[in-house]
């Protein structure tokens, strides 16, 4: 009897999956079984492995990082929105606005107490 996929070659044994005769060169022997290479690929073939997702899975983010742009303007808003742009792009784009917002504000509020002051200084 002559291998099913050398047919130069004598047959050895059987597969146990398939049943098919097989050679010295084509057996597989795993857990004392024998079996042909097509069938030990098949059934001791390691599972795929999941693909790794390029940007996290979308959440929400954390309602303190609110603080940070509150309390350090437009620095707070860039560390707010680079900590959670890839969980929650429009919070995070929302911070880092309110960040810079809040820094105009403050620069509008000094020059205006600035000018208050001087003007109030000249009288």
Avoid at 40 to 57: G, L
Wanted: charged content about 15%; glycine content about 8%; aromatic content about 10%.
């Amino acid at each position: 009897m002559k291998c099913a996929y050398h047919p130069e070659n004598d047959a050895v044994g059987s597969c146990v999956n398939c049943g098919k005769l097989i050679c010295a060169e084509c057996r597989t022997t795993l857990g004392g079984k024998i079996y042909c290479q097509p069938c030990a690929d098949t059934i001791f073939a390691k599972p795929a492995e999941r693909p790794v997702a390029e940007r996290p899975v979308e959440g929400r983010a954390h309602w303190a990082w609110w603080l940070m742009p509150i309390f350090l303007t437009w620095v707070g808003g860039l560390i707010a929105w680079l900590v959670n742009r890839d969980t929650d792009p429009r919070t995070a784009r929302n911070m880092l606005i309110l960040g810079l917002v809040l820094t105009a504000a403050w620069i509008l509020l000094w020059v205006g107490l600035t000018c208050m002051a001087v003007v109030t200084a000249a009288y």
